[in-house]
């Protein structure tokens, strides 16, 4: 009998010095996380054996084939940061059910969204659920592109952020994004800024050496099979590096085309 029970420890001992962890990070949300946690590999007790929730071990009883970690017995506040980890012994895997109930989700309510004199685009929102990033994107040139990236502050309250943008002549139409675990993004109401700057044009038509255009802005220039060859934001775009042929142009709020000498 004492024998017997001398292996029992040995092999417990063996799967703790060869043990593992299983880590989630996320907030909280007010719901409590499940897992699944199967028999060790020696046949004796369960996998996990010991959960702690921001470095303090829960109270929970782990020691089943399912449990749940409650997280309120913390008493955290919504969109508190959480790191959860299962110490899990050697040769078995537990799984957490639903790693979502303490990720961030793209819920933000835009309040207000402006953009100033000096090309600044201030917005701010409420009801936000953890920090994802801001995704800004411009409407130019018949399609959306992305301009800039901001974190987000996740707070319910009142989050305030600006963001330099580059705006175009005539009507800049921008908006705000963020994605969120589930991969689709969560998109702004349009915002609209009515600019006072002239239009832009360029020359030559045939060029040689380098593209003017009458004033900075934002380009694309694309070869003859629509592969985007040169990008950038400025009055001058050399052009030594490319073949002879025809090229399109994105530049402005419009498009068109010049020929490579």
Known sequence: MKKALLLVIFISMISFVYADKLELNGIYLGKNVY????????????CIYQV???GEA????????????DLSQFNFDIGEKLHIVLNYKNGCLPRIVNPEAIQPKATFEVQSATVDKNG????????EIGSIAFVVQQYRWNKWITIGELEGRGLPSLNKYKLKVKTHSGQNIFRLSQTDYTGKPKYSSRIIYNSKKPKVSFEPEKVKEELLFTSETLYEIYDKYGNIVIKGFGRKVYLESLQSGLYY????????SFRKK
């Open 52 to 54: 702690t929730v921001n």
């Open 249 to 256: 142009l994105n530049y402005d709020n419009t498009m068109g």
């Open 35 to 46: 897992v699944m946690n199967p028999f060790s590999d020696t046949g004796v007790g369960y």
């Open 58 to 69: 829960v109270s929970d009883e782990i020691g089943s084939s399912a449990f749940e970690i």
């Open 120 to 127: 600044i685009l201030n917005w701010t929102t409420r009801n």
